[in-house]
């Protein structure tokens, strides 16, 4: 992203809309051990994640057979015809003396929904830039939940350490400047903005692949900020899909609580304590034509007229009750779920 880097984050937010970036909000629609994607048919999956989007999420969600337009009632993204499902880890902030407390999420600057997270679809930023619009059934995965060493971190995860809750100063372009790839070290007065960056070619085949990440692939020069080509491998330049998800870590901030040897208090939800293994999960569930239409609109912000939004108290009401019936981490627990 093309953002100069020291504007003030409200600055930030308008500069969005003039780079044509498409960005809205999405309130949580569950925290549950489930996982679609890495274990279908799973309950519960291996770890806690956070998701987003279309109510008919559930574990087996198979390409083609499960369209998410067509069986879901509802929506927690403000853009009424995305039923995609997003989703994450979670993450856990872990005590001194052992117990841990799930780190809530709140809205990005500019956004009126609860929790979840920051979706952008972004079709670059040449005026020319044209991109192809997912089809039905497609999903995809960037980072390695298993990965814990930043050589073989993918590229595009990141975390930025807030100063305030404004943003202010902003820190320029995500995954740029003082980001880093662990876990930010120090206590942050605004808590942490985490960045997770989709490939952006696609094989123009695949809906999916077994590891759900070979059918996709980054540009073979330059990036795709740059307008870098495909590989003739992936010649299909899609949508660039990044999530911002905001931790409200400041509760945690006394290090009278941090461990005795100093070291930072988080951990993922699949018990990473580095932070390396950031990674964020993508299943497609657009309406008809309408990301087309916003991609070849040129779609910014979260108002646009190729597409219908509801409002944000309606995605704020779209929830789903949890599959798997356990204690999530709101109030202290002696171990991650699942662990």
Not at 118 to 138: C, E, L
Not at 166 to 173: D, I, K, L
Request: include cysteine.
């Amino acid at each position: 992203m093309l953002f100069k880097s020291l504007l003030p984050a409200a600055a930030a937010v308008q500069m969005a809309a003039a780079q044509e970036l498409m960005r809205f909000g999405c309130s949580q629609l569950t925290i549950d051990r489930i996982d679609p994607l890495v274990e279908p048919g799973n309950l519960p999956s291996a770890h806690m994640h956070q998701i987003i989007g279309g109510n008919s999420l559930n574990a087996s969600m198979a390409p083609v057979d499960h369209d998410p337009p067509t069986v879901s009632t509802c929506t927690s993204c403000t853009y009424s015809e995305d039923f995609s499902n997003y989703w994450t880890a979670n993450l856990y902030f872990r005590a001194r003396n052992g117990t841990y407390k799930r780190v809530p999420q709140f809205a990005n600057l500019g956004l009126g929904v609860e929790a979840g997270m920051t979706v952008y679809y972004i079709r670059g930023y040449q005026p020319n830039a044209k991109v192809t619009a997912f089809p039905p059934g497609f999903r995809m995965l960037v980072g390695d939940p298993m990965n814990r060493a930043a050589n073989t971190m993918s590229k595009g995860l990141c975390y930025r350490c807030e100063a305030n809750m404004q943003q202010n100063p902003f820190g320029g372009a995500p995954c740029t400047g003082q980001d880093t790839q662990a876990f930010p070290a120090q206590a942050c007065g605004g808590g942490w903005r985490v960045s997770v960056h989709f490939p952006t070619c696609w094989d123009g085949k695949n809906l999916d692949s077994p590891d759900h990440k070979s059918h996709v692939a980054y540009p073979a020069s330059g990036t795709f900020e740059t307008g870098g080509a495909c590989p003739s491998t992936h010649p299909v330049r899609v949508p660039q899909i990044m999530y911002e998800i905001m931790f409200d870590t400041r509760a945690f901030n006394n290090k009278a609580e941090w461990p005795a040897d100093g070291s930072q208090p988080f951990v993922w939800s699949m018990n990473d304590t580095t932070g390396y293994g950031l990674h964020g999960d993508y299943l497609f569930g657009w309406k008809g034509d309408a990301l087309q239409r916003a991609m070849d609109g040129k779609c910014s912000g979260d108002r646009c007229a190729p597409l219908q939004r509801q409002t944000d108290q309606a995605a704020i009401d779209c929830v789903k009750s949890q599959s798997v019936q356990e204690d999530i981490g709101d109030e202290w627990l002696t171990g991650l779920p699942g662990w």
